[in-house]
């Protein structure tokens, strides 16, 4: 590899082309880390803020080009790249700890996967994961995504599946009437086996998070579709969009892609418009509504995880769900750090401990069976 790319990685001016280069030489050897750690360390630059915002563009314009009706996970992220964008810091780098040796015993941890259970409406559970198949007159899974069909489906009154994905997974169901829908670690959706005809489509997330690719009213006899969760009620008018309603969360997101929603709660009721988010507030039922990069906010369906301006606390929060960990912080401040960045879903949890311990804010990291302490 050319030393220039270094230099490049430093400046932040790499390509994402130029990016993949460097991380798969990177990752390739420890000396090659050694190496590399050692230039950045000896490295002078006037810059003190890592600025990742050209990087960001680049990836949000790829994730634009490549955006279909795909229900696959993976087509988004290239099996050779450990990490698409490094995390950047928000820290002044004089005040940089020394790092240390990471403690691991007995890491048991493994990468979140494509699974779930489908409870049926006797009540009945079925495990749902790679190796499983089931199958009915109107079910079909091959225990990576789950297609419901109406055409065998003669009911005159409404019968509920629930989808329930644990921590350290995610999975991909199509409704009855063609909507399809994303669901993310730890989340659980209620919906109907078949939408009754010339009735409102109403499903429920009872508590996570899940992207919407709602089936259009034209094509189901203009029937409006509709999603509750606790204290909000989302009237969809053929659309796509985001709910992350999380129950040890007070604030109950919903980011809107493409088309038009309506949100309303007991209080009031406000309309969204593409790349905007309603915030409702669990305590005091307010809604309030910003401008936001839905590509950051929804990237966790195409296979990234995406953090622009959060703190070590809340991606250790996502991060957790994903790997289903348990997150401990020696030292209070450490939880307030600040970072940017772009992560493949595909990375072991020590490959993003290590990127993040070599911005140099964290001065170890222990792994101990499903234990992470960040020191």
Request: no cysteine; net charge negative.
């Amino acid at each position: 590899m050319e030393f220039k790319l270094i230099i490049k990685k430093l400046n932040n001016t790499l390509s994402v082309e130029e990016e993949i280069i460097f991380l798969k030489w990177y990752n390739e050897s420890t000396s090659h880390k050694d190496y590399f750690n050692s230039v950045k360390k000896n490295y002078k630059t006037d810059i003190d803020y890592i600025d990742i915002e050209k990087g960001w563009l680049r990836l949000q314009n790829s994730l634009k080009a490549r955006k279909q009706k795909s229900h696959y996970w993976k087509y988004a992220v290239a099996g050779s790249v450990a990490l698409l964008i490094t995390i950047t810091f928000l820290l002044n780098k004089e005040d940089n700890p020394q790092i240390n040796t990471p403690i691991i015993v007995n890491n048991t941890i493994e990468t979140g996967t494509d699974k779930a259970t489908l409870t049926l409406e006797d009540g009945s559970e079925v495990p749902l994961e790679k190796g499983m198949t089931y199958q009915t007159d109107n079910i079909n899974s091959n225990g990576e995504e789950l297609i419901y069909d109406s055409k065998n489906e003669s009911r005159n009154e409404i019968v509920y599946n629930y989808l329930t994905i644990p921590r350290g997974g995610q999975f991909f169901v199509q409704l009855s009437d063609g909507t399809q829908v994303w669901l993310n670690s730890e989340s659980q959706l209620k919906y109907p086996v078949t939408f009754l005809p010339g009735m409102t489509r109403q499903v429920e997330l009872v508590y996570g998070e899940a992207y919407f690719d709602v089936s259009p009213s034209t094509e189901n006899q203009d029937s409006k579709f509709k999603v509750l969760n606790r204290n909000q009620e989302v009237e969809v008018l053929g659309t796509e969009f985001n709910i992350k309603a999380y129950k040890e969360e007070n604030v109950i997101y919903t980011t809107l892609v493409e088309g038009e929603v309506v949100i309303s709660n007991l209080d009031s009721k406000q309309s969204l418009v593409p790349n905007q988010q309603s915030r409702i507030h669990i305590d005091t039922k307010e809604i309030s509504i910003n401008e936001v990069d839905v590509y950051s906010e929804t990237s966790w369906r195409k296979g990234f995880f995406s953090f622009k301006s959060k703190t070590l606390k809340e991606i250790m929060i996502v991060l957790s769900r994903w790997y289903d960990v348990q997150v401990e912080f020696e030292k209070v401040e450490l939880e307030k750090v600040k970072f940017n960045g772009v992560l493949s879903k595909r990375n072991t949890i020590d490959e993003i401990l290590t990127s993040i311990q070599n911005t140099n804010f964290i001065n170890a990291y222990e792994i101990k069976d499903k234990t992470i302490t960040i020191k």
